[in-house]
């Protein structure tokens, strides 16, 4: 977490530097003193703050996803020099058929999830998440889809589950180690809206990480639920869904049995080797 603060602030000053060079040195020529200079820039930035943020967490996952790639497999090799490493082997085994069910669960979670929090009246009152969504939908659809729909998740899984809860779990239990690195990936949003959403998706993620045994399993699943949140706010698709009461209750208590019937049959039959066996 701590790298990922550094590299992030790094990352905000050049993207900040970058923004005040785009308008041309010629146009510095314009300013009679260094105080026009520095109101112009300052309005430049205020003008451009949504777009700032967006490349800044863009550019900070794309430089920190190589760092924690190298991180989990420096934390694979220590655990098997020290004996400590939790097998997952199995997910070599699993059928490709049953991977098609993570990204199912992406979306049911993804809507029903979104559907639950607003019935709440929670999006309403928070401003944070107001300013989130702002910085969010800042780009064109697709960088949008780019950087919310596949570097971000595809970070943010190597960070919060494939860092954060295994280096938990070597220590502690499957539970404790869940609900604390969520409870760290609800943190990161910054508003309460993002972070409930977050937390019981964290939950959901380490779950299928250890029925998978690979982090490419939480990977899909994010993916998959923030394509559809980025795709269906941007086009209106499935509007219907989510923009009427009655679309709401409807679509959530189907997303909700879809996605109960999903994590039964992975609970069922994605299971380790060991515990067919026993």
Known sequence: LLIYMIIENLVSVAVIVAVNLQKGFSETMNYKTTAELYDAMTKNLVENMDQIQFYTVALTYLVLIPVLIR???KDHRQAV?????????????????????????????????????????????????????????????????????????VAEELLF??????????????????????LMFAVLHENLVQGVYAFLFGMLACYLYERYGTILAPILMHVAANLFATISTETGILRFAYSTDMGMYVSTFVCLVILAIVLYMIECYVRPYSEEEA
Not at 116 to 135: C, N, P, R, W
Not at 161 to 177: C, Q
Request: hydrophobic share 50%; glycine share 8%.
């Open 71 to 73: 991180m989990m497999k």
């Open 81 to 153: 020099m020290e004996e400590r490493e939790i097998d997952r082997s199995f997910a070599k085994q699993i059928r490709g058929m049953w991977y098609l069910l993570i990204p199912l669960a992406g979306f049911c979670y993804c809507l029903a999830g979104s559907n639950m929090i607003d019935m709440t009246g929670l999006v309403a009152m928070s401003e944070g998440y107001q300013k989130a969504v702002d910085v969010l939908y800042s780009a064109d659809l697709p960088m949008e889809i780019l950087v919310v729909g596949i570097i971000s998740p």
């Open 161 to 182: 589950r494939g860092i954060v809860y295994n280096r938990l779990h070597e220590y502690s239990s499957f539970l404790s180690a869940a609900i604390w690195s969520a």
